[in-house]
């Protein structure tokens, strides 16, 4: 069975997890590229950055179980990879925009 590609939150968690997405990129993003199947986030390396991320990472397994993320520490970057399903690239892109 193929996992749909729809977020299970309901509109109000929705619009704050997108609130806390956004603040942590005004906060830390400094870059984003393209990779197969999704996005590379680059961020300045924190504790905080660093928490929010992990955090991120864990609420997103429960609500967007067709995304996958994977994040890595490289010197003073966070490297986020954000990959899907091609079905889940609008998806994707939204992240972090």
Known sequence: ?????????PPDALRERRAHIDR??????????????????TFTAGPETDHSLRDLIAAEVDCCA???????????ELTLDLTGPSDAQPVIAEFFA
Do not use: K, N, W, Y
């Open 1 to 9: 069975m193929d996992t749909p590609i729809a977020c299970s939150l």
């Open 24 to 41: 942590i990129a005004r906060q830390a993003l400094r870059s984003r590229r393209p990779i197969e199947g999704g996005v590379r986030l």
């Open 66 to 76: 067709f995304l996958r993320m994977e994040l890595a520490r490289s010197g003073d």
